[in-house]
């Protein structure tokens, strides 16, 4: 699976839903997450750096809502089985994020380890103005 680039615009102190769809290469079936034709189960985590390089990270959420750093934001599949993640960053979170360009990935783990990075690139932070 090679991983779809796309950059993301995030206002500072405003709530950034994503949703997009994940499907197999070799025939477009999306792949089941949920329900009765999921045949493993999925962890689904982004995170987000300043650089490459640094260790500190400004988002780190998952469908494991335990490693979550704050309450609001969230990682789930859709219920219905057609491949659907979405993913919701708090306002309370992006209000903590530093204006300027960071760098982001999202990343699907199978129970057996094997993990397919999904998505990446750039992520830039708005500056707010109503506080």
Known sequence: MIPYPFDLTIDKGSTKDIHFYVLEDDNDTPYFFL???????????????????????????????????????????????????????????TRSLPPGKHFYDIELEDENGVVFKLMKGRGEVLGEITR
């Open 35 to 93: 329900g009765t034709n999921a045949t493993m189960t999925y962890t689904c985590s982004m995170q987000v750096r300043r650089s490459y390089l640094t260790e500190n990270k400004l988002i780190d959420i998952s469908t494991d809502s335990s490693t979550d750093q704050y309450v609001g934001d969230s990682i789930s599949f859709s219920e219905d089985e057609d491949g659907l993640i979405e993913i919701r960053i708090s306002a309370f979170t």
